[in-house]
């Protein structure tokens, strides 16, 4: 399924996750494309005022809100425009199998895991932003993708800068992959001034607008390794040729360096819609109105090692990629658990990878690292490292994750 598309044939795509920031973004290129894309499905969680505003500005064919209880509301909000609408978690997952040229996976967590797999088998290419498929089911997830033959982009903007970086180079070339950094809000704080951190403080991050969920994960330095357990699949590279460099100025995005000697980087302004843009129109490019990058008027452009000490979370999922398995899965599900319960007040910042490590101790001693066979054994994992993640906090099923 790998066909080039003709760029003067309308792309037909469909947006799993559609009011989320990856959402807000990938429309707002397509408002912007002169009619170069033919909107087929949009999905959101529960927010239907933001979903029906969606679907009637894109002229979507179908509308879905995974919160059954929403349907109601989403038919009313959709009255007299002819778009179907649907709710319920099998009603996300049959939006994702419309046949189109291009799936958006933009799902946040867990829930994201079936619709992205569902739209892998059917879709010509996906554009991934569902960190899960990868760091909780990896080797599952790669299989359906070559099985099927979908061309995968990945949205994240550190591996869409590797691919655009590979794209028709030679992987013997290469001899290591360097993702970048930002550091986050607490990159220059002491390792006391990091305990006491608070919530408003890890949303404030210095160059990304995101979610609130990945922008803690940046504050920790959680994301790096989850994006080094991502690389791992997305690449056919080695756990040793894998690296991470602080960047404050989140402009490099990635560094490849050849056996010669050489390095390639990949260079661009903070800007989600650089990365999504480039996944959407694979292999060709699409305008994006975003800010021309201006060396000159940066200056300067920094780098740092990681501080594995003050920010031990990115230690912590080093050793879950080298484990294998389900320790990815483990780890990415407590640290969803330990985030929600940080952002609800209810445990202190570095709680977070202490949690995070506590369940991979205790899941290595109950012998729960085997790989997972499909995808339901990922989500029964996934349920177990949640439970002992809020175990090992103290806190009752309730705590949101």
């Given at each position: 399924m790998n066909e080039k598309q003709d760029p003067d044939v309308p792309t037909s795509i469909s947006v799993l996750g559609a009011t989320g920031s990856v959402g807000d973004s990938t429309l707002d290129?397509?408002?912007?494309?002169?009619?170069?894309?033919?909107?087929?499905?949009?999905?959101?969680?529960?927010?239907?005022?933001?979903?029906?505003?969606?679907?009637?500005?894109?002229?979507?064919?179908?509308?879905?809100?995974?919160?059954?209880s929403k349907y109601l509301d989403l038919k009313e909000a959709l009255s007299g425009s002819g778009i179907a609408c649907a709710a319920g978690d099998n009603a996300v997952i049959e939006a994702a199998e419309q046949p189109v040229d291009c799936v958006v996976a933009a799902i946040v967590g867990a829930a994201?895991?079936?619709?992205?797999?569902?739209?892998?088998?059917?879709?010509?290419?996906?554009?991934?932003?569902?960190?899960?498929?990868l760091v909780s089911a990896g080797e599952l997830f790669v299989q359906e993708i070559k099985a099927a033959g979908t061309a995968l982009l990945p949205v994240d903007s550190e591996h869409a800068a590797i691919h655009q970086v590979l794209d028709g180079r030679r992987i013997e070339d290469v001899s290591t992959v360097t993702i970048t950094a930002s550091g986050g809000p607490f990159r220059t704080w002491s390792a006391e001034k990091i305990q006491?951190?608070?919530?408003?403080?890890?949303?404030?991050?210095?160059?990304?607008?995101?979610?609130?969920?990945?922008?803690?994960?940046?504050?920790?330095?959680?994301?790096?390794g989850l994006e080094l357990i991502e690389a791992f699949h997305l690449f056919p590279v080695s756990v040793d040729q894998l690296k991470v460099v602080v960047h404050p100025q989140s402009i490099i995005h990635c560094l490849v360096a050849f056996c010669d000697g050489s390095v390639v980087a990949q260079l661009a302004n903070p800007d989600m819609r650089t990365?999504?843009?480039?996944?959407?129109?694979?292999?060709?490019?699409?305008?994006?109105?975003?800010?021309?990058?201006?060396l000159v008027e940066l200056a300067t452009l920094t780098?740092?090692?990681?501080?594995?000490?003050?920010?031990?979370?990115?230690?912590?999922?080093?050793y879950?990629?080298?484990?294998?398995?389900?320790?990815?899965?483990?780890?990415?599900?407590?640290?969803?658990c330990a985030v929600s319960a940080f952002l609800e007040g209810r445990i202190g910042f570095q709680d977070i990878p202490a949690t995070v490590e506590h369940c991979l101790d205790k899941s290595d001693?109950?012998?729960?690292?085997?790989?997972?066979?499909?995808?339901?054994?990922?989500?029964?994992?996934?349920?177990?490292?949640?439970?002992?993640?809020?175990?090992?906090?103290?806190?009752?099923?309730?705590?949101?994750?």
């Open positions: 290129l397509i408002a912007t494309s002169e009619k170069k894309f033919d909107v087929v499905a949009l999905t959101a969680h529960s927010n239907v005022a933001k979903l029906a505003q969606a679907a009637r500005s894109n002229q979507a064919r179908i509308a879905v809100v995974a919160d059954e994201g895991l079936r619709p992205s797999l569902a739209a892998a088998r059917q879709a010509k290419r996906l554009a991934l932003a569902n960190k899960e498929c006491n951190a608070q919530s408003a403080q890890a949303l404030k991050h210095p160059n990304w607008s995101m979610g609130a969920k990945i922008t803690v994960d940046s504050a920790t330095l959680m994301n790096k990365p999504i843009a480039y996944s959407l129109a694979w292999p060709h490019r699409m305008h994006a109105p975003t800010k021309p990058l201006d780098f740092e090692e990681p501080d594995e000490v003050r920010f031990p979370a990115l230690r912590i999922s080093k879950a990629l080298r484990t294998g398995g389900s320790a990815p899965n483990i780890l990415n599900a407590a640290n969803e001693a109950r012998g729960l690292f085997k790989s997972a066979a499909d995808i339901d054994d990922v989500l029964e994992i996934d349920n177990q490292a949640r439970q002992l993640a809020r175990d090992v906090m103290g806190l009752s099923a309730n705590v949101s994750d």
